[in-house]
């Protein structure tokens, strides 16, 4: 009986314990404060991002979040996956842009990246 609840617990305990990534000579803030990519701070960022994407892998969706903002997208996957799309370029809303460039982030049904998109 007491195994019954101790897998439940031992899988919350080391979910939560994981490291927040850290992506080397990235501004968080300023990718945050770029939304749509219309000032340029996001395509200036991306090649850092997209050079440092391994790290992160694995990481949990809260921590993405914490890292990159709120998606400008997310896509509803089978099982529960998602793709979060963050917008490097968009010409919709950015007058000055002619190429739509964006990255697009997988997250499994564990709430984990998987993959990263460029």
Do not use: H
Request: proline share 3%; with cysteine; aromatic share 10%.
């Amino acid at each position: 009986m007491l195994l019954k609840f101790a897998f439940p617990i031992l899988s919350v305990l080391v979910l939560s314990c994981s490291k927040m990534p850290e992506i080397k000579g990235f501004d968080k803030e300023a990718w945050k404060q770029d939304e749509f990519g219309c000032l340029g701070l996001r395509n200036k960022l991306s090649n850092n991002l997209e050079n440092e994407r391994q790290s992160l892998k694995g990481a949990q969706e809260t921590d993405l979040i914490k890292i990159l903002g709120q998606p400008n997208s997310i896509q509803i996957m089978e099982r529960k996956q998602k793709y979060f799309t963050y917008w490097i370029n968009n010409p919709e809303y950015c007058k000055d842009s002619t190429t739509f460039k964006a990255v697009k982030i997988r997250i499994s049904a564990l709430n984990q990246v998987t993959e990263v998109l460029f």
